[in-house]
């Protein structure tokens, strides 16, 4: 069995997180958790309370009504996390008319589409390093 509880930033969240996000998203992410805009919860094991992932949640006010998104997840189990975790997570997310997420992870679209997930953006990043004046 499993428990999805509110969790604070630590080392270990970073180290879980880290595998789904560069650098400077983890700063993000720690900076929105910190400002209140989103929130940290954790994943563990009853029992012994071994952490097994974290992640990142956050609610985007819309015209067309609120959007939960989940903004990162990350973790290590010998069982299928996604599976596991997604109904739960879905149901920390009230009053809102969908939920997204973004993820870097092609194998994630076949277990997403499963729980009714579908692709409707494809995004697109450059680095650019402009000097400030």
């Known amino acids: ?8 930033w630590s080392d270990d969240i970073a180290a879980l997180l880290a595998a ?9 992410l720690r900076g929105q958790i910190e400002a209140g805009a989103a929130s940290l919860f954790e ?6 309370g071994a952490r097994l ?11 067309c009504g609120d959007e939960g998104v989940v903004l ?3 973790g290590r189990a010998d ?3 996604f599976a596991t ?5 879905e149901a920390q997310f009230s009053n809102v008319v969908a939920i997204r997420m973004h993820t870097a992870r092609a194998g ?5 589409a499963a729980l009714g997930y579908r692709p409707v953006e494809i995004v697109l990043k450059k680095q650019v390093n402009h000097e400030q004046q």
């Not at 994943?43 to 012994?48: A, I, T």
């Not at 992932?53 to 015209?63: M, Q, S, W």
């Open 1 to 8: 069995m499993i428990e999805l509880r509110p969790a604070a």
């Open 20 to 28: 789904a996000e560069s650098g400077a998203s983890l700063a993000d």
């Open 43 to 48: 994943v563990v094991r009853q029992g012994d």
């Open 53 to 63: 992932a974290a992640y990142v949640l956050r609610v985007d006010r819309g015209v």
């Open 72 to 74: 990162s997840a990350g």
């Open 79 to 81: 069982f299928d996390l």
């Open 85 to 89: 975790c997604m109904p739960a997570i």
């Open 108 to 112: 994630l679209l076949k277990k997403a």
